[in-house]
């Protein structure tokens, strides 16, 4: 049955943002795709649902703007309800879009002791009403949607504001309701704007590759990263990783371009290979030019002084992780529950404390851990305080 009203016209949408500028809360998600059938990471559907009415917008209609309802998902004074909103935060800041004032049902979760969920497996824990996700991995660039599309993407958002509701009076029950906003206040100032979502290169690709090879590879990549980009396909399509790391080592791989089954069929010529194995030579003449080393490992090892500087510091991190923070750990697993301990002082942070690094210690954490270090007689000032 159809609960929802499709966006595709400035006309609708105005009428709809009219609509949403008159609301406290609104609860919002997205559909997209990265890098999954066209290049890099695309907006495909915006969710909204307030004040009983349930509204699809279609930013992929040619000539649809916007801005209007960006300025809306800023609106500080509405809060925005969402569901595990980090990839949505992600792509809204690379479209110039920052939210204010955002409720994560996530995080609420994560602070009530229930374990990570999916939304749907959320929704039934919370409302036991069960959710299909079997439109979860379609292509959403098609046009027109299915109903079926449609109605699995007005899910997501339908269930948001009833589940806040009753989290909210959880969270008040257990006296935690500081800390679920303290955590979603953070939100707001955290800015993806200048993070590379096409992340096609990692430290771990130096492994086994010299200076010169590892210029090579990823010179090539970098060239697979322009050719996706012409051909607005993901770039896994375009030619094989492994192909040009291969390549990247050996030249004589050239001569199986033909056999290579990873690339894309409308690139698999003669052309795009001299084009290849001109870009290949180019890059060749650079690695030459800059001197860079066929026998030295592009992955460097650690110097003995460095090696041993962190040796000392691992030992340190695990003393204090193993006297101090484990046990006021496990009093907080005890009083709050084996599934929230995880999100509150995960080994991550413990990690962190224990080597004086306070960038990631929120203030009810900080407050939680003081109170059980007292209970256990533990002095945790010298990991708290600032150092000058």
């Known amino acids: 049955m159809k609960n929802w009203e499709y966006v595709d016209t400035n006309e609708i949408l105005t009428t709809c943002v009219d609509f949403l500028k008159q609301q406290k809360e609104i609860a919002i998600d997205l559909e997209f795709d990265k890098n999954r059938y066209r290049y890099g990471f695309n ?9 009983g009415r349930c509204f699809i917008v279609d930013p992929l209609v040619e000539g649809v703007v916007l801005e209007d309802l960006y300025a809306v998902i800023e609106d500080p004074t509405i809060e925005k309800v969402v569901y595990s909103f980090g990839e949505d935060l992600r792509l809204f800041h690379s479209l110039g879009c920052f939210p204010k004032n955002t409720f994560d049902i996530a995080i609420a979760m994560r602070l009530l002791d229930y374990p990570p969920a999916s939304l749907a497996a959320a929704v039934d824990e919370i409302l036991d009403i069960e959710i299909s996700k079997s439109a979860q991995k379609s292509n959403w660039f098609l046009r027109p949607l299915s109903e079926k599309q449609v109605n699995y993407a007005a899910k997501d958002v339908l269930y948001l504001l009833e589940m806040k509701e009753i989290l909210i009076k959880m969270a008040e029950e257990k006296g935690i309701l500081d800390w679920i906003k303290e955590e979603n206040e953070i939100i707001d100032g955290v800015s993806y704007a200048d993070i590379d979502n096409n992340n096609y290169l990692k430290e771990k690709d130096k492994h086994g590759l010299s200076e010169y090879e ?10 697979r990263e322009k050719i996706a980009e012409k051909y607005n396909r993901p770039s896994y399509q375009i030619i094989d990783k492994e192909y040009l790391r291969e390549l990247a080592e050996r030249p004589k791989q050239i001569y199986r371009f033909e056999k290579i089954r990873g690339i894309y069929k409308s690139l698999k010529n003669d052309a795009f290979k001299n084009e290849l ?3 290949y030579q180019g890059l060749a003449k650079e690695a030459e030019r800059e001197g860079l080393s066929k026998t030295e490992k592009a992955l460097k090892r650690m110097s003995s002084e460095l090696y041993q500087a962190k040796k000392k510091e691992r030992a340190i991190r695990d003393e204090a992780k193993k006297k101090v923070f484990k046990p006021i750990q496990k009093l907080i697993a005890e009083n709050h529950g084996e599934n929230v301990v995880t999100y509150i002082m995960g080994n991550r942070l413990m990690d962190e404390l224990a080597l ?30 600032v150092k000058t």
Do not use: H, M
């Not at 590892?214 to 060239?223: A, H, I, R, V």
């Open 356 to 385: 004086g690094n306070l960038d990631n210690l929120r203030k009810y954490k900080r407050v939680l851990i003081e109170r059980y270090a007292d209970e256990l007689g533990i002095d945790v000032s010298p990991y708290l305080t």
């Open 43 to 51: 907006l495909c559907l915006i969710q909204i649902y307030a004040g």
């Open 277 to 279: 194995w001109e870009t």
């Open 214 to 223: 590892y210029y090579l590879f990823k010179g090539l990549l970098e060239y």
